[in-house]
């Protein structure tokens, strides 16, 4: 197994940087863009990299599992964001929100710049063989910035993508050793929850804050 997996290897750290580089302008973007409407975009873009950097070791029945998934999730969140586009968050639900300050742009451009000051010493700083080095940045990565949308989420569809940016981490480690069609299926299924349940919440977060009366007063 370990001379396979070592030539994988081989043939995944030899695709363009400039995917690793798209990888981390994507993640960035999910953590620094507020519209809902560009982070679907850049997740969309994200997921497209790593199926294309996954390919020499997952081949067509599972980037094909991958696909499918990926168009799935896009178009729920499409969905929801279409559904509600028109309805305004209130007020008093910016207002009641617990953690205001997490949600402003200047923190979230800190935050973006932190993930991958993090990322950067956490690869250096520890040996991760037989990873290469690029390989090691997209597991590291895709992981510390999915900790870091989590932390500054504002709505149920941008924790959801956390969730799944997080799982694209783990997903690309699990890919170096002979994943199984069952098993990455069935992932990919547990994405397509992780949407639908992220639809839900931000469909039940409008509706309560548009019955909240305007001003905070009947």
């Not at 199926?51 to 094909?64: D, E, K, N, S």
């Not at 690029?134 to 959801?160: K, M, P």
């Amino acid at each position: 197994m370990l001379p396979t997996l070592l030539h994988l290897l081989d043939a995944l750290s030899s695709r363009a940087p400039q995917l690793v580089v798209g990888l981390v302008i994507c993640g960035a973007m999910l953590l620094i863009v507020s519209d809902h409407r560009l982070a679907i975009l850049a997740f969309l873009v994200q997921r497209s990299i790593v199926i294309v950097l996954l390919w020499p070791a997952i081949g067509i029945p599972l980037a094909a599992t991958s696909v499918i998934a990926l168009i799935v999730i896009v178009v729920i969140y499409c969905i929801t964001e279409w559904r509600w586009r028109g309805v305004e968050m209130s007020e008093p639900a910016h207002a009641n929100r617990s953690r205001p300050s997490l949600t402003s742009l200047p923190f979230r451009a800190l935050a973006a710049s932190l993930a991958v000051l993090v990322t950067y010493g956490f690869v250096q700083t520890y040996n991760l063989n037989p990873l290469p080095p690029l390989v090691a940045f997209t597991v590291v990565w895709l992981i510390i910035n999915s900790l870091f949308i989590l932390f500054v989420a504002d709505s149920a569809l941008r924790t959801g993508l956390g969730i799944l940016t997080f799982a694209d981490g783990c997903r690309t480690l699990y890919a170096l050793w002979q994943p199984n069609l069952l098993v990455w299926g069935l992932w990919g299924a547990c994405d397509v929850l992780v949407a639908l349940a992220a639809s839900y919440l931000r469909s039940a977060e409008v509706i309560a804050a548009k019955s909240q009366p305007v001003g905070g007063h009947e």
